[in-house]
């Protein structure tokens, strides 16, 4: 087959950093830094991207307590000269509180974050295809260290014959909500642990040649460069 180009954009690193205020009251402040935004250089054949989080607002990101609600819609955008597949990969890391800041969370430690957070998944536009750190061999979406997902339909380029703005997928989720439930224990934890970071990564290949996209197909083309040791 065919060797496909493949130009990776880069990532989109959301800090969610716990800090427990132990002042006797029932609130829990958190901090979320703000992300990244992701502007990619212009390769050769046209093929490039932006991954960024329009509904972002580090403002309404402070002062969390159990039941806030962060908008967080990470899309990819067609920015080149041709039509592209696209898919996304997170990562879920240790905060900048922790002696492994960056890193991938331990197993017990994830649990932790997974057991305390809840992200709403868009699995109708997007389909799951790997789980690609090593060792991470859970493929179930409320337990597995990474999610990688492709978009099941082509990112089509502007064109101007016949005249069309150039795509943007639908976000792979659009909010992490801080569960209602969650208790002190439950936050002192993710202040021990240094708190946590969704690491989220872009890749598009070029449409060329690809007509279709299933799970063998994004497994072979898609590649994360940038995704943390």
């Not at 880069?10 to 002042?23: F, H, M, T, Y």
């Not at 936050?187 to 290949?205: A, N, P, R, S």
Request: glycine share 6%; with cysteine; charged share 15%.
């Amino acid at each position: 087959m065919k060797r496909k180009k493949v130009h990776v954009i880069g990532l989109l690193a959301i800090c969610i950093v716990a800090l427990l205020a132990v002042d006797g009251t029932i609130a829990y402040p958190m901090d979320i830094t703000d992300p990244l935004a992701n502007h990619f250089v212009a390769s050769a054949d046209g093929l490039k991207a932006q991954l960024d989080e329009p509904e972002w607002q580090a403002a309404g990101a402070t002062n969390l307590v159990p039941g806030s609600v962060i908008a967080k819609d990470p899309q990819i955008t067609n920015t080149g000269g041709i039509d592209e597949w696209a898919a996304i990969k997170v990562t879920f890391c240790y905060g900048p509180d922790a002696v492994a800041y960056g890193q991938p969370l331990l197993a017990e430690d994830l649990a932790i974050v997974l057991a305390a957070v809840t992200i709403d998944w868009n699995t109708t536009d997007w389909s799951r295809f790997d789980d690609s750190l090593t060792g991470d061999g859970d493929t179930s979406l409320d337990s597995a260290l990474s999610q990688t997902f492709y978009y099941k339909t082509p990112v089509k380029a502007a064109s101007t014959s016949p005249l069309a703005a150039a795509d943007t997928t639908i976000p792979l989720f659009s909010k992490v909500t801080i569960k209602a439930s969650n208790t002190q224990a439950q936050m002192v934890e993710l202040k021990t642990m240094g708190g946590f970071q969704i690491y989220v990564e872009g890749c598009v290949v070029q449409y060329a040649g690809i007509a279709a996209m299933d799970l063998s197909t994004a497994k072979s083309v898609f590649s994360f460069v940038s995704t943390p040791a």
